[in-house]
């Protein structure tokens, strides 16, 4: 199936430690994209990618960082520079991320991540 | 920046009946995209609709139509014969049309269906 795939669903840190969440998309999409949602609000953009080598810093980047090495992979580290970094976090993707005419982000199912 | 606004935290509809969520945006770009986005308790972002904001006509998507107003800057859902599976928060976003691909979203309106 195609489609977009997060994991782990649920991810416990310890304080001080780094975490990477996983992304992995085969839609064969050109972007992708990492945002944060905390309770009561919408998604903030983190960190986006619209091709393989190259990410940008999106409104929230302050204590992550991201690797595009691959076009259907897009790993986020939350690092322990993150003073809260207990959210659920989305991965989203879309067909083209460069002066697209038309493309629509597509989901992921998210990963909840908590600082104990 | 360009920002979205959900007024509405709450809504709550009869089944089978209409309801419409209400959205307002703020932008001085002329070409952009908006959607509506749906969060049921799984948690997954779905796509419920899109629309281009050089398209006068207003979107529709079987039950889900919006009603798009570019010079009041605003975009609203409404959702007929409203079914239990529809229960969700409902989230607006904008999108540029060129350059930074991101969305920014609203506050969300989380819609409860009573049977």
């Avoid at chain 1, 959210?87 to 989901?107: H, V």
């Avoid at chain 2, 889900?64 to 570019?70: D, E, R, T």
């Avoid at chain 2, 975009?75 to 920014?104: E, H, P, T």
Wanted: charged share 20%; net charge positive.
């Amino acid at each position: 199936d195609g489609g977009i795939t997060q994991s782990p669903k649920y991810l416990f840190r310890k304080e001080g430690q780094n975490v990477t969440l996983s992304c992995e998309q085969n839609l064969n999409h050109d972007a992708m994209y990492w945002y944060r949602q905390d309770p009561g609000q919408g998604l903030r953009l983190i960190y986006y990618s619209q091709i393989v080598n190259d990410f940008q810093k999106g409104d929230i980047a302050e204590g992550y960082s991201v690797s595009r090495e691959k076009k259907e992979s897009f790993p986020l580290t939350v690092t322990s520079a993150q003073k809260n970094p207990t959210a659920f976090y989305l991965c989203a993707s879309s067909i083209r991320g460069a002066g697209a005419s038309t493309d629509t982000q597509y989901f992921g199912p998210g990963t909840r991540l908590t600082v104990l | 920046a360009q920002t979205v606004t959900q007024s509405q935290p709450e809504m709550s509809v009869q089944e089978a009946e209409t309801v419409t969520l209400s959205c307002t945006y703020d932008t001085s770009e002329s070409d952009y995209y908006l959607f509506w986005y749906k969060q049921p308790p799984s948690r997954q972002m779905i796509l419920v609709i899109r629309q281009e904001a050089y398209k006068q006509q207003n979107a529709t998507e079987n039950r889900f139509s919006v009603n798009f107003q570019k010079a009041a800057k605003s975009f609203s859902l409404k959702i007929s014969d409203s079914q239990l599976g529809d229960a969700a928060m409902y989230f607006c976003a904008y999108r540029r049309l060129q350059g930074a691909q991101k969305l920014v979203f609203g506050q969300g309106t989380r819609l409860t269906i009573n049977p």
